[in-house]
């Protein structure tokens, strides 16, 4: 009885594990959406597998199984608010020496591909504040490929002055493009 215990332990420690290294390959891919829906199901899965390999009641596996989905689900969500950051650092950054109308070029390469590297071109359309706010309008671009084809979709956000650097001041820079997670 017990070597069948623990091959069956082993099987679901297996089981997890090839959930863990799935949702490795996906965080890999840069695939944020299938990595957040994916990786919390997997997560939960996990969760409960290992809660039944130790022998937890059917409520207890629920509760463990839900519990390790919701954990997973806000780790992605952190991880991804941090990859936004990054992004609207690097065009902050890019605009911030430009007077009204000069163009730059930003780039983003994640260190953790949770989100595709992005680039494109930024642009201040007006500059505005007064005394130590300044603050800028500005209008960015994203270039991506589409069926082989280059594509541009643009944006428009405020960047603000904070002593030497430039930071991202818009509350809600492009719902369409990072949606409720920026």
Not at 27 to 48: D, F, H, T
Not at 65 to 86: D, I, K, N
Request: hydrophobic share 45%; with cysteine; glycine share 14%.
């Amino acid at each position: 009885m017990e070597v069948l215990f623990r091959r069956d332990l082993a099987a679901k420690m297996r089981l997890g594990a090839g959930l863990g290294l799935g949702l490795a390959a996906l965080a890999l891919s840069g695939c944020g959406p299938l990595l957040l829906e994916g990786g919390s199901a997997a997560a939960g899965i996990g969760g409960a597998v290992a809660a039944d390999a130790v022998g937890a009641g059917p409520r207890a596996t629920t509760g463990i199984g839900l519990g390790a989905q919701a954990g997973m689900r806000s780790a992605v969500q952190y991880a991804q608010r941090r990859a936004h950051l990054a992004a609207q650092n690097s065009i902050a950054r890019a605009a911030g020496p430009l007077e009204v109308g000069q163009v730059a070029r930003w780039s983003i390469r994640h260190t953790v591909a949770i989100e595709p590297n992005e680039q494109g071109e930024v642009t201040v359309a007006r500059s505005f504040g007064a005394g130590p706010i300044a603050c800028k309008e500005i209008v960015f671009s994203v270039e991506e490929r589409e069926d082989g084809q280059p594509r541009r979709a643009f944006y428009t956000a405020h960047i603000c002055r904070d002593g030497e650097a430039w930071r991202w001041a818009s509350a809600e820079p492009a719902t369409e493009r990072w949606g409720s997670l920026q």
